[in-house]
Structures are given as structure tokens and as C-alpha cells.
């Protein structure tokens, strides 16, 4: 645990909040769950009201938090009728799954152009995980997730252009209602270790051209799991709210 304490550290990765702060937060939060988790629909229409009686909660906390989510772009206000899950939307996800290999891509052959590398340590951080032998992998798919993303953060980050780590991130909150799915199946969590192995393996030997297309379909990998494993679950999710067989 201590080890793992660590490169979370390194990594700069949180630990995962707990329901503590204000109400507000808290109802955020659960919210924000239902909707990762597929308990909420997307699309699905709602009322500040419903959602206070479910939660047990007064309708103030509730729209605090649906404003949060709001900016962040999870759900949609609906003049006179409440509010709706953001609708999903499998051309706006695509679309950002590009633009985040246009940004990765391009700073990766800035990191191994670099001389010398900058962020050597960022990529120490990144090898205590991803290089780790397989008896030591973390198996956990919602931390093998958060360290997923990290992955890919740090990368950017590491080739030393603010803006573009900014976007990035941005980005990078926009898919996550859905890429942290790729970490609901065992063989994905095998698969991401391998794939970050070898690219980062590739980053530190400074072969710019394999990590580029290593990190290429490593993300169209997942990319594509991801669209199967949602449609899957949005089949499922609706099967469990009409009661079919």
C-alpha cells in the first residue's frame, strides 16, 4: 500500500473522495456515479424534485450539483421540463479520441526529441507502474483507470508544453463518462499494462516513430472496446428499465 501511495503521489493522482464536504458536493458526486454507471441513462429526462426524493436530500444541494455537472457537460438543462442526461453521442466521442492522438502523438515526439529528456522523473513515476513484473500489477479496474489516465496525462505533460497539457486534460474529462469502462473487463486491464509497456519503453529509448504508433493503436484499441463495451451496457441498462426478458 505504501508503494502504491507513492506513485499515486508521483503521478499526481488523488486519492478518490469521499462523500465528505458539503451536501452539495456529496449529491455531485453520487450523481456523477449514476450517471458513469449507467444507472442514469443517457438522454434519460428528470426533475430536481425526483432526484431530492430519491436521494433523501432538499432540492437546493441537488441543483448545485446538476449545475456543476452542467459545466462540466454531463447533463443538460431543459427550460421548463428539468434536466436530461447529456444524450450519447458516439461522433463527439470519436471526435475527441482524435484530437487526444493528435495531442499524444505530437508530445511524445517532443518528449523523445528532447535533449536531455525532460520530465525523467515524471517517467520514473510511470515505470514503477507500467513496467512493474505481472505478480505486481494492480488489478483494481477503477485504480487501474485513474492510473490510465495518469498514463497518458503525465506523457503529455512531460514534453513541457503547458497549453497543450491543458487541452489535454480537458479532453481527457470529456471521455471519461466512458473510457474508464475499458476497465471493467480483466483482459482490458492485461492489455492496457502490456500496451503502456511497450510505449513507454519506446519513449525512453527515444524511438519516436514506434512510440507514435504504438500509442496510435493503443488508443484506437481502446477506443474501439470501449464503443462494445457501452453499447452493451446501454442494451443492458435498458433491458433492466422496461423488465424484457
Known sequence: MRRLASVQAGLGIRPAPALAGSLADQVYLRIKEDLFDFRMLPGERFTE???????????????????????????????????????????????????????????????????????????????????????????????????????????????????????????????????RLDFTKDFRVDATYDEHAAILRAVLARRADEAGRLLRSHIGMSKAEVRKITLHMLHEARQAGTGAP
Open 49 to 179: 424534485a425526483e432526484l431530492a426524493a430519491r436521494l433523501g436530500v432538499s432540492r437546493t444541494p441537488v441543483r448545485l450539483g446538476l449545475a456543476r455537472l452542467a459545466r462540466e457537460g454531463f447533463v443538460l438543462a431543459q427550460p421548463r421540463s428539468g434536466w436530461q442526461a447529456r444524450p450519447f453521442d458516439f461522433e463527439r466521442f470519436e471526435a475527441l479520441y482524435d484530437v487526444r492522438v493528435v495531442l499524444e502523438q505530437a508530445a511524445v515526439e517532443r518528449l523523445c526529441a528532447r535533449e536531455p529528456m525532460d520530465g525523467a522523473g515524471i517517467l520514473g513515476a510511470l515505470a514503477d507502474v507500467w513496467l512493474a513484473p505481472p505478480p505486481q500489477r494492480i488489478l483494481d479496474g477503477r485504480l487501474v483507470a485513474q492510473l490510465d489516465e495518469a498514463f497518458h496525462c503525465s506523457l503529455v505533460s512531460a514534453a513541457g508544453n503547458a497549453e497543450m497539457a491543458q487541452i489535454h486534460r480537458d479532453v481527457t474529462e470529456k471521455i471519461r463518462i466512458v473510457r
